[in-house]
């Protein structure tokens, strides 16, 4: 019976990821076929990925990028639509493009002295603008999760680590499994 027992959850282990990915891919890919209205299945994630690499060309364009700049000030300028906008656009520039956010992984001391410590990323070097000239803040995601916090600490507590960001952040998202 605990031969039995050890097969079933190492089956889990190894089933329970596999049908989940499956499971979230056939979900999006179905989801956006019925916006489309596509008989053809993958159809419309396909014509969804060609539709922003498009647009992310046309953005890019010289000769478009005037227009871009247009878009994006009206969107920044509308009460209640800047709030929405401007937050989707930093965080997703968090993430991608030319000015990451997350690519200072520090160790913060939450309490002078103390040997409890939480990995982050530095967002922000000056805090002058706060009168907080002697404070950064520091990203704290969650595991498994994402969300996360941000705080402000002295920048006596913040130890820089010497590891590539998105490993650091893989780790902390993974509650610590992901090792490499």
Excluded: W
């Excluded at 605990?2 to 979230?24: D, H, M, Q, S």
């Excluded at 060609?50 to 000769?63: D, L, M, R």
């Excluded at 001391?109 to 603008?129: D, R, W």
């Amino acid at each position: 019976m605990k031969r039995l027992t050890k097969y079933f959850f190492e089956g889990l282990l190894f089933l329970l990821p596999v049908v989940a990915t499956i499971y979230v891919l056939y979900f999006m890919f179905y989801k956006i076929d019925r916006i489309f209205r596509f008989t053809i299945p993958g159809l419309g994630f396909a014509v969804t990925i060609v539709t922003v690499i498009a647009i992310g060309f046309v953005a890019s364009n010289f000769f478009t990028r005037g227009m871009v700049r247009i878009i994006d000030s009206i969107f920044s300028r509308l009460p209640f639509v800047k709030m929405i906008y401007t937050s989707i656009k930093d965080l997703t520039g968090a993430f991608v493009g030319e000015k990451k956010s997350f690519n200072k992984p520090v160790l913060v001391s939450l309490t002078p002295g103390s040997t409890t410590q939480v990995i982050g990323f530095i967002t922000c070097e000056s805090l002058a603008h706060l009168g907080l000239q002697e404070s950064v803040a520091v990203y704290l995601p969650q595991s498994y999760n994402f969300a996360g916090n941000l705080i402000i600490v002295p920048r006596a507590q913040v130890t820089p680590l010497n590891a590539e960001s998105g490993a650091v952040m893989a780790f902390i998202v993974s509650g610590g499994i992901t090792a490499h």
